[in-house]
C-alpha cells in the first residue's frame, strides 16, 4: 500500500475513539494486526494491538507506544498505522495484561 498521499493524523486526533480497530502495517508493509484498545493519551499513550490470530482468534496482544506508530487516513477516510516493527518482532514481545 502506497502511504505517500495518506493524511497524517494530528496530535489532538490521537484518542481511542479515533485509533481503536485501526490496521496497522509492518515494515514490510504487510498487515501486523489491528490496535484493539488505547493506554493513555495522546503521543504519550501506548496502543495495544491484537498481532496474528485468525479472525480475532488466537490474536496475541502487545502494547507499544504510540509514538512508533505513524497513524494516518488514507482516500475513503479509514485511518492505519505504519510501524518500523515487523509481525514477528511484535509476536515476540511480551503479551500485554490489562
Known amino acids: 500500500m502506497d502511504h505517500t498521499n495518506h493524511v497524517r493524523l494530528t496530535t489532538s486526533e490521537l484518542t481511542?475513539?479515533?485509533l481503536e480497530g485501526a490496521t496497522i502495517y509492518g515494515a514490510d508493509d504487510h498487515k501486523v494486526g489491528k490496535v484493539d484498545h488505547i493506554h493513555g493519551a495522546d503521543a504519550g499513550g501506548s496502543a495495544v494491538i491484537d498481532v496474528g490470530g485468525f479472525l480475532g482468534i488466537g490474536a496475541k496482544p502487545v502494547a507499544v507506544p504510540i509514538s512508533d506508530l505513524e497513524f494516518m487516513?488514507?482516500?475513503?477516510g479509514d485511518v492505519h498505522a505504519v510501524t518500523s516493527w515487523t509481525k514477528h518482532e511484535l509476536k515476540q514481545m511480551p503479551a500485554h495484561r490489562d
Do not use: F, G
Open 73 to 76: 487516513r488514507d482516500e475513503d
Open 16 to 18: 481511542p475513539a479515533v
